[in-house]
């Protein structure tokens, strides 16, 4: 589907930044299905902030976690450069497949806590927006 959906938008938008970043995404799941080290998915894909590298490399973070969300947070905290930015796409691809309670229970309340931030609400609205929006499969 994300590959999909990289087509549909790349269709859609202008024409700045990565012109194949399908091709960089499935080139990344690829390369993370060789079970590299962390090291080696930065050097061989990047870690910067540049969408063309950010994006793959959170895909092929979540791939070589194995879908695990806080294993795919905790290598992108190890990744270098931009580390947040490749975290938070990691973390939000894999924890929206796998649900919070994938999430060890004393992390959520230290985040929640430092943050003053609510998972939940934040969820709630995220679904509300989900079923506002529509997407032309065209």
């Known amino acids: 589907i994300a590959l999909l959906v990289s087509d549909i938008g790349q269709k859609r938008g ?5 012109s194949q970043m399908s091709k960089r995404i499935k080139d990344a799941l690829d390369f993370a299905s060789q ?9 061989t894909i990047g870690s910067s902030v540049a969408s063309y590298e950010s994006v793959p490399a ?3 973070i979540v791939h070589a976690a194995g879908g695990d969300p806080w294993k795919a947070v905790s290598m992108s905290a190890n990744i270098g450069d931009d580390t947040d930015t ?20 004393q992390a959520i309340s230290t985040i929640s806590l ?4 609510s998972f939940e609400k ?4 995220l679904l509300k927006l989900r079923k506002q929006a529509t997407l032309p499969v065209n």
């Open 14 to 18: 202008h024409n700045v930044g990565e």
């Open 35 to 43: 079970k590299p080290s962390i090291e080696e998915i930065a050097m």
């Open 58 to 60: 959170a895909f092929a």
């Open 86 to 105: 490749i975290g938070a796409i990691a973390g939000a691809m894999a924890g929206a497949c796998s649900g919070i309670t994938a999430f060890p229970e």
């Open 114 to 117: 430092v943050n003053n931030l």
């Open 122 to 125: 934040v969820a709630r609205d």
